[in-house]
């Protein structure tokens, strides 16, 4: 059976329609396309997902976790006392390499994704190179601490960091509260409170 003039007028138009709304997807993501694709490369060439992305163990041993891609540390990971520290060994790191204990305190890997309550999603262009800049958080205006190197990533140039924000606000949201920052008082506490000596 051949279809009518009327079926074949209408399965022409829904083809050109999608054609249409294809092609101006396309011409859209073309704009942006080059600079998520940069984006990728400066987060990778960085290392982002190394800090922000989970580990958790594989069958060949610890591999990062990407259903948490560049989600931070895990809110439901509780953490022990860290490591005594001296002065041959005075930073560690935990096992999911998102957080890390020094002299400056205690730091989680903040959540990069583009979740809007727990992650950048509500964080502009301007506020991302804004705190790559200076180092502080936005809104908090706390300072970044080690091991994240804003210092490095600030020099890049704004295009650059435009492009790393667009990239990170074009991955999957997860929504995942990282732990607060503790600053070296309350992690000497914690140490002495729970390790003898």
């Not at 931070?72 to 001296?86: A, V």
Request: aromatic content about 6%.
């Amino acid at each position: 059976m051949h279809p009518n003039l009327r079926q074949k007028s209408a399965l022409i138009a829904v083809v050109l329609s999608c054609g249409l709304v294809q092609a101006g997807s396309a011409l859209a993501e073309g704009n942006n396309s080059a600079q998520l694709k940069r984006g990728a490369l400066l987060v990778g060439i960085g290392g982002c997902a190394d800090c922000h992305t989970p580990f958790k163990m594989g069958p060949n041993g610890p591999e990062k976790d990407m259903a948490r891609g560049l989600s931070g540390h895990p809110e439901q990971l509780k953490l022990g006392s860290p490591p005594k520290l001296d002065s041959d060994w005075n930073w560690a790191g935990s096992a999911t390499m998102t957080a890390f204990v020094g002299p400056w305190g205690t730091t989680y890997a903040a959540n990069l994704t583009p979740d809007r309550e727990t992650g950048i999603g509500a964080w502009t262009e301007k506020d991302f190179v804004q705190a790559m800049r200076t180092g502080k958080h936005v809104g908090v205006a706390r300072p970044i601490m080690p091991p994240m190197p804003w210092q490095a990533v600030g020099q890049l140039p704004d295009s650059d960091l435009r492009a790393i924000h667009a990239y990170l606000k074009a991955q999957p949201a997860v929504k995942n509260k990282v732990p607060e920052y503790a600053p070296p008082s309350a992690t000497a506490r914690t140490t002495a409170g729970k390790n003898p000596g």
